[in-house]
């Protein structure tokens, strides 16, 4: 690992902004609880302060910046404590969401922290309590404080199933010296694909590799076998669909085109799982004037003449991919970027996808060239495609599978693991409590 050097103008402004700015730390936090955007109960965690007793022995430090990243990397948190059951990971996040998930999925070896605020002060007291003796940071969340502290302790750092997109390329050209200062900071970069790797190699990084991406290694997402069953009893035989983590306006797209297929799919049942079960309510509200719905946060499940079923709980989507065979993707039909699709694709599950997948574009190129997901070019094609693969059980079986596959490869995980192993090896314990 190269010694760090004298930090970059821009480097060097932004952390005497940063560090006027830390008085403020306290009341910016307390406007984000009252959006619901902290937890209260761990505030402290923001500024660095612990939230629990640091474990003997070494530490492997792994930050991610949301709900996607954290869930990309429970596989390799797995194979880490295969590896070196000697060490803990410590998993920071950003997000209420993501906490929740961690603290729901993380393995015995892990456990949770909410990210400190990128103030000189938040992050020395972060780093100078856990004294990780590896980072491993996730995707594209680049925070110059806590990667130049960390640089600068000699903390070996490594950036994996990494991804730039072209408007963030852009941004980093615009600022060579920090863009070389803080990805030279890396001893090794993941990158998810070529494209990536010749970014990051163009930005100043100094040893690329590309493993792949680690999202399409990802476990099937959880489910409660005695709620998926009470479903399937209650739906029966039903033709069912589903448009899974809709935005705002992507719930009347779905209610009209249960409209225009009920004629000829008699029992369709649509369910609907909002992005942000808060706005369950919202939606049912809306809909109800025209439709039969049941909202499930509210304890309703589908009734005999129900056409919309609003699933607006927090972390049962498993159990609604396992009930559909069709799952409708939504932040894709509005200028959103799209949501993962590779969640109902492990589950055996056909997509179907609006034009706006930016965010996730190399992964539906994947499921689409393997033949089970489908990019619709416009939102009117929505309720043609849906009734076509609803009236067809061959075919929508045949996609079905053909997801499944292309979602179940683990060679990035292995290769991921190949490229970490010298760093594991050479962890040390540096402190003990």
């Known amino acids: 690992m190269s010694a760090p050097g004298k930090p970059s103008r821009l480097l060097s402004a932004y952390r005497a902004a940063t560090g006027m700015a830390e008085p403020l730390a306290g009341s910016l936090l307390n406007r984000r609880l009252k959006r619901g955007k902290e937890d209260g109960d761990r505030l402290p965690e923001r ?19 949301s709900v996607g990243e954290s869930l990309s990397v429970l596989p390799v948190i797995r194979e880490i404590g295969l590896a070196r059951p000697d060490a803990t990971v410590l998993v920071t996040t950003g997000t209420v969401t993501s906490s929740r998930l961690m603290g729901e999925r993380l393995p015995g070896n892990a456990f949770h922290q909410f990210v400190p605020l990128d103030t000189p002060g938040a992050v020395s007291a972060f780093l100078d309590y856990w004294k990780p003796s590896l980072a491993l940071w996730v995707e594209s969340e680049l925070w110059p404080n806590m990667l130049h502290e960390a640089h600068h302790r000699g903390i070996p750092l490594v950036l994996i199933n990494a991804r730039m997109s072209d408007k963030s390329f852009r941004g980093w050209q615009r600022a060579p010296a920090m863009a070389r200062e803080l990805i030279g900071s890396f001893s090794l970069c993941l990158a998810q694909d070529a494209d990536v790797a010749e ?9 690329v590799e590309t493993p792949g991406n680690l999202k399409l290694v990802g476990d099937p997402l959880p489910f409660d076998a005695n709620v998926l069953g009470g479903l399937r009893s209650i739906i029966g035989g039903r033709p069912v669909w589903l448009l899974a983590s809709s935005h705002e306006g992507e719930e009347q797209l779905a209610a009209f085109t249960h409209r225009d297929l009920a004629a000829r799919l008699p029992g369709l049942l649509t369910i609907i799982v909002p992005r942000h079960p808060q706005r369950g309510p919202q939606v049912a509200q809306a809909l109800a004037p025209l439709f039969r719905v049941a909202r499930r946060a509210a304890g309703e499940v589908p009734a005999p003449d129900t056409e919309l079923y609003i699933a607006d709980t927090l972390g049962e989507l498993g159990i609604f991919y396992r009930l559909a065979p069709l799952a409708v993707i939504g932040g894709s039909f509005v200028p959103h970027g799209g949501q993962n699709p590779l969640e109902p694709a492990r589950l055996g599950v056909a997509v179907l996808s609006g034009p706006h997948i930016g965010n996730f574009r190399d992964i539906y190129r994947i499921l689409v060239e393997a033949g089970g997901a489908e990019v619709l070019a416009s939102n009117d094609l ?4 849906t009734g076509e693969l609803l009236s067809n059980e061959l075919e929508l079986s045949r996609r079905g599978q053909a997801a499944g596959k292309a979602a179940g490869t683990k060679q990035p995980l292995v290769r991921t693991m190949e490229l970490l192993a010298p760093y594991l090896r050479s962890l040390d314990a540096t402190a003990d409590a």
């Open 382 to 385: 929505l309720t043609q495609k």
């Open 47 to 65: 500024l660095g302060r612990p939230g629990r007793v640091r474990p003997r022995g070494p530490i492997v430090w792994i930050h991610a910046a």
């Open 199 to 207: 970014k990051l190699s163009l930005l100043g990084a100094r040893h």
